[in-house]
């Protein structure tokens, strides 16, 4: 690992402490290094607050030592004024020299024009330092941009048998196929990601509350799909108790209350690309899907996924629904208290 690397990948381990904070922006980390020594670190912690730039620079002690150091950052300085001033001015005006960077940043305020403005300024500037790291850091914002829609991930439970649930299955009845380590591993991933979905059948059979209750963080937005508006307001998913969205067939005009909208789709066509572009429009950049398998499969088959998460619990049934059909190598098996954990990705 040479220097350039080993900053960056210490500006990687900041930022990952704005994961779930951050959005609508990215996670971004930096560290000032002056003669082999960091003299000021930051990260972005919350939209509309300082940048790690920002942060960085303003915890050096020593101002005098800018001019003489590196800026070491996971993504390209902003070259804009959002809520706050652009970072690459900054930069400029503490003339700091040279500037170390891990990625170009997609959004298409900034996308190379932070590097041209440093440049500009007679600063020395390295791209692509730990490249792949610095943008899978910010999965979910690069998919975003790039391909206007949200970042994806599927999850499931399976028995041994790859059944996700008894046959026989009552409402408000749920059998539990992983442990409580793994239920609550689950909470922390929906904390996060911007939102969560479910078809009909599951809320009606399961009737869930799709939030984070056993992990302290932001609840997701809410989304099912109910085609004909099966869905009674006694439903966990109806409280209006966290933002959420049902999408229906064209027609039909329920009222808006607080915390719960009602989206039209058309179902004569191919509802996938109707709802990732209202989602890509509510400026959502990430999605959870939770089934059931009706709506994890349909993901598949369209191959509208980036990432799965499929647990294989101990509990076990003789018969009952079928998972999703995925025929998909491993890319990581973690066991989690004697659950295993599989990740795929969508390459």
Partial sequence: MNTKEFYIKRCLELARNGLSTTYPNPLVGCVIVHEDKIIGEGWHIQAGEA????????????????????????????????????CSDL?????????????????????GMGVKKLLAAGRIVNVGVCED?????????FTFHRKKRPYIILKWAKTKLDFIAPVDQQKNEIFWITNSYSQQLVHKWRSEEQSILVGTQTTLM???????????GKNPVRL???????????????????PTIVFHQDGLS????EHLRFEKLDFDNDILPQLLKKLYDLELQSLI??????????????????????????NAIETGVKGPVFKKQASETFDIEGDQL??????
Wanted: net charge neutral; proline share 6%.
């Fill in 224 to 242: 099912v799909i109910d085609k004909t508006l099966k869905l009674k307001e006694n439903l966990a998913v109806m409280d209006s108790s966290q």
């Fill in 133 to 141: 790291e610095c943008e899978k850091l910010n999965k979910r914002f």
């Fill in 289 to 314: 899907i939770e089934g059931g398998s009706k709506t994890l499969q349909s993901f598949i088959d369209a191959g509208l996924w980036d990432e799965a998460r499929v647990f294989t619990g101990q």
């Fill in 342 to 347: 599989n990740y795929y990705y969508n390459d």
């Fill in 51 to 86: 940048h790690a730039e920002v942060r960085a620079i303003n915890a050096v002690k020593d101002p005098s030592l800018l001019s003489k150091s590196t800026l070491y950052v996971t993504l390209e300085p902003c070259s804009h004024f959002g809520k706050t001033p652009p």
């Fill in 91 to 111: 930069i400029i005006d503490k003339k700091i020299p040279n500037i170390v960077i891990g990625t170009i940043d997609p959004f298409a305020k900034v996308a």
């Fill in 254 to 257: 329920p009222k808006h209350s």
């Fill in 206 to 216: 399961d009737n869930p509350r799709l939030n984070v209750r056993h992990w302290d």
